[in-house]
Protein backbone atom coordinates (compact mmCIF):
# COMPACT_ATOMS: atom_id res chain seq x y z
CA UNK A 1 0.00 0.00 0.00
CA UNK A 2 1.59 3.50 -0.88
CA UNK A 3 1.97 6.07 1.27
CA UNK A 4 -0.64 8.78 1.18
CA UNK A 5 1.73 12.31 0.28
CA UNK A 6 -0.95 14.84 -0.30
CA UNK A 7 -4.36 15.17 0.12
CA UNK A 8 -7.03 17.90 -1.87
CA UNK A 9 -9.99 18.15 -3.39
CA UNK A 10 -10.68 17.22 -6.90
CA UNK A 11 -13.29 17.30 -9.53
CA UNK A 12 -14.34 14.71 -11.24
CA UNK A 13 -13.01 15.41 -14.61
CA UNK A 14 -9.30 15.65 -12.67
CA UNK A 15 -10.24 11.88 -11.39
CA UNK A 16 -10.94 11.36 -15.35
CA UNK A 17 -7.80 12.41 -16.63
CA UNK A 18 -5.46 11.32 -13.51
CA UNK A 19 -7.16 7.29 -14.42
CA UNK A 20 -7.03 8.30 -17.60
CA UNK A 21 -3.13 7.80 -17.50
CA UNK A 22 -4.08 4.06 -16.42
CA UNK A 23 -3.94 1.34 -18.74
CA UNK A 24 -7.37 -0.27 -17.49
CA UNK A 25 -5.65 -3.88 -18.10
CA UNK A 26 -3.81 -2.31 -14.45
CA UNK A 27 -6.78 -0.69 -12.74
CA UNK A 28 -7.87 -2.42 -9.74
CA UNK A 29 -12.14 -2.98 -9.48
CA UNK A 30 -12.24 0.38 -7.35
CA UNK A 31 -10.59 2.20 -10.04
CA UNK A 32 -12.06 0.42 -13.14
CA UNK A 33 -15.55 1.49 -11.18
CA UNK A 34 -14.45 4.72 -10.32
CA UNK A 35 -13.11 4.99 -13.98
CA UNK A 36 -16.47 4.31 -15.42
CA UNK A 37 -18.21 6.30 -13.08
CA UNK A 38 -15.96 9.66 -13.71
CA UNK A 39 -16.57 8.89 -17.52
CA UNK A 40 -19.87 8.91 -17.56
CA UNK A 41 -20.68 11.76 -15.17
CA UNK A 42 -17.51 14.66 -15.37
CA UNK A 43 -19.17 17.15 -17.66
CA UNK A 44 -16.28 19.38 -18.53
CA UNK A 45 -12.46 18.75 -19.18
CA UNK A 46 -10.20 18.76 -16.15
CA UNK A 47 -8.30 21.75 -17.47
CA UNK A 48 -11.32 24.06 -17.55
CA UNK A 49 -12.27 22.05 -14.05
CA UNK A 50 -9.45 23.47 -12.38
CA UNK A 51 -10.23 27.04 -13.47
CA UNK A 52 -13.55 27.15 -12.03
CA UNK A 53 -12.47 25.60 -9.15
CA UNK A 54 -9.52 28.50 -8.66
CA UNK A 55 -12.23 31.03 -9.70
CA UNK A 56 -14.70 30.00 -7.07
CA UNK A 57 -12.13 29.96 -4.64
CA UNK A 58 -10.44 33.28 -5.14
CA UNK A 59 -14.14 35.48 -6.27
CA UNK A 60 -16.24 33.54 -3.79
CA UNK A 61 -14.03 32.68 -1.22
CA UNK A 62 -15.23 29.11 -1.19
CA UNK A 63 -13.41 26.06 0.65
CA UNK A 64 -11.10 24.07 -2.13
CA UNK A 65 -14.27 21.33 -1.22
CA UNK A 66 -16.95 23.42 -1.76
CA UNK A 67 -15.75 24.62 -4.96
CA UNK A 68 -15.27 20.88 -6.34
CA UNK A 69 -18.50 20.59 -5.19
CA UNK A 70 -19.87 23.23 -7.26
CA UNK A 71 -18.35 22.20 -10.31
CA UNK A 72 -19.07 18.84 -10.20
CA UNK A 73 -22.93 19.66 -9.76
CA UNK A 74 -22.49 22.63 -12.19
CA UNK A 75 -25.90 24.07 -11.41
CA UNK A 76 -27.78 26.19 -13.47
CA UNK A 77 -30.17 28.65 -11.72
CA UNK A 78 -29.94 30.15 -8.81
CA UNK A 79 -32.57 27.99 -6.56
CA UNK A 80 -30.36 25.05 -7.50
CA UNK A 81 -27.08 26.56 -6.33
CA UNK A 82 -29.10 27.63 -3.09
CA UNK A 83 -30.49 24.43 -2.37
CA UNK A 84 -26.34 22.85 -2.45
CA UNK A 85 -25.05 25.22 -0.67
CA UNK A 86 -27.92 25.06 2.00
CA UNK A 87 -25.91 22.25 3.21
CA UNK A 88 -22.89 23.85 3.94
CA UNK A 89 -24.24 25.48 7.10
CA UNK A 90 -22.85 29.45 6.38
CA UNK A 91 -24.10 32.32 5.34
CA UNK A 92 -23.76 33.04 1.68
CA UNK A 93 -25.03 36.16 0.27
CA UNK A 94 -27.20 37.01 -2.62
CA UNK A 95 -23.85 38.60 -4.84
CA UNK A 96 -21.83 35.89 -3.94
CA UNK A 97 -24.36 33.85 -5.36
CA UNK A 98 -24.58 35.48 -8.41
CA UNK A 99 -21.17 35.59 -8.85
CA UNK A 100 -20.72 31.76 -8.67
CA UNK A 101 -23.43 31.57 -11.25
CA UNK A 102 -21.49 33.80 -13.45
CA UNK A 103 -18.67 31.60 -13.13
CA UNK A 104 -20.20 28.26 -13.79
CA UNK A 105 -22.12 29.60 -16.99
CA UNK A 106 -18.68 31.17 -17.87
CA UNK A 107 -17.15 27.86 -18.05
CA UNK A 108 -19.86 26.41 -20.25
Not at 19 to 30: F, N, P, S, W
Not at 55 to 77: M, Q, Y
Request: hydrophobic content about 40%; proline content about 1%.
Amino acid sequence: MEEIKKKQAISLAEVKEILGKVDVEEMDQIQRWTYDYVSKFATTDSKEAKEMKKELVKVCELTEDEAVEIVNIRPTSLAELRSFTFGWKKLILAETLEKMLKIIKGHS
